[in-house]
């Protein structure tokens, strides 16, 4: 089955988070340092409740940039399930959040999901480089939901 290590094309970067008497603040990206390919065309932010997961579920087209900030942690979930990859059959697992912050490339073919394994509610951002549903919301969603079927071989632990 899926051996753990790391998957081509996936980017995790560490945020630095600069704290002051106001709060603070993290860059979470810049086009100065973002690959073309990934330059986000839209932006939202989710929350999720602790023990709460999502996904997993993998995109044809479109790349996800997630954003792990906090306020809790969570467990992002890896498998690269493209047959013409170098890496393909390889899983990652990845802690991020309000300790850790982190951004994670995630490109087409990468199954992913993730789960909120702290104890409070957190946020996730994501800048994927695609519209969702394309212009106007108008064309079919562009993922595979592995999360409904029974018989998944990706299983967020």
């Given at each position: ?26 860059e979470t990206f810049r086009q100065d340092e973002l690959d ?42 890896l498998w690269d399930n493209r047959k013409d990859s170098p890496t393909y059959m390889n899983k990652m697992t990845i802690t ?62």
């Open positions: 089955m899926f051996k753990s290590g790391l998957i081509e094309g996936v980017v995790v970067k560490d945020l630095i988070k600069h704290s002051d008497s106001r709060g603070w603040l993290i073309t390919n990934y330059f986000p065309v839209m932006s939202y932010i989710s929350m999720t409740f602790p023990g709460i997961a999502r996904g997993p579920h993998e995109h044809i087209e479109q790349s996800d940039f997630f954003c792990f900030i906090g306020p809790s942690t969570f467990k992002l979930y991020a959040g309000e300790n850790s912050p982190k951004s994670v490339i995630v490109p087409p073919g990468v199954v992913h999901g993730y789960k909120n394994i702290g104890d409070k509610p957190g946020f996730v951002a994501n800048y994927p480089n695609r519209l969702f549903m394309g212009k106007g919301k108008k064309d079919k969603v562009d993922e595979i939901r592995h999360e409904t079927d029974p018989n998944t071989i990706f299983i967020l632990d």
